[in-house]
């Protein structure tokens, strides 16, 4: 089993990841960039309230999980979303200026309930001149009676430059994480992020 280096760039750089070599693309984002991106053109259309949801800049998965429209329709994935634009930016401005404070402070405004399972902050990057504060959490969401419970890492940095922030999410099934091998996997996607 091989991986692949992905990545995204962001405005002061680019940030970099390992995925499993068979994973994809993630079709459905595409078409909703897409779809966004063509809604942004057309200045008669009323803004709706999906324009403003935050898309991923990037999202990769096992693929054949399609649904009947061919769109990628898996609840095992990773994404990476980098918020470009912000001016002096720290990890220590996120909650109290510590991992779980910073972890419990992002996991209060998802919509559904979620439960914090650790919260870590170490330094990543290319080289030691490149390390970089990261705060990386695990954590449940409760999906209710109709889907299973999801279990995702979050792994969140700020540019050196202070104007980007970017957050890798790898997220599965909760009960898939304790197969043998999957867990492992995903903890080395989330593992591999760094900013370079």
């Not at 991106?37 to 009323?46: C, G, I, R, T």
């Not at 954590?139 to 202070?162: F, M, N």
């Amino acid at each position: 089993r091989g991986t692949n280096l992905a990545g995204m760039p962001s405005g002061s750089g680019k940030c970099s990841f390992l995925i499993p070599k068979d994973w994809v693309a993630d079709t459905g984002l595409a078409l909703a960039q897409a779809q966004r991106q063509s809604k942004a053109l057309d200045y008669s259309m009323a803004s709706s309230a999906q324009s403003k949801s935050v898309l991923p800049d990037a999202a990769y998965g096992p693929p054949g999980r399609l649904d009947s429209q061919g769109l990628s329709n898996g609840d095992t994935n990773v994404s990476v979303i980098v918020n470009n634009g912000v001016r002096n930016f720290r990890l220590a401005s996120l909650g109290n200026g510590d991992a779980i404070s910073a972890a419990e402070a992002m996991l209060a405004s998802r919509p559904r309930p979620t439960s914090l399972v650790t919260a870590v902050e170490e330094l990543r990057g290319r080289d030691d001149a490149t390390l970089l504060p990261v705060y990386q959490f695990e954590y449940t969401v409760d999906r209710g009676e109709k889907a299973k419970q999801l279990r995702a890492i979050s792994v969140v940095a700020g540019s050196a430059g202070g104007d980007a922030f970017v957050t890798l999410t790898v997220v599965s099934p909760d009960e898939e994480w304790e197969k043998p091998g999957v867990g492992e996997k995903l903890r080395k996607i989330a593992q591999s992020f760094k900013l370079v």
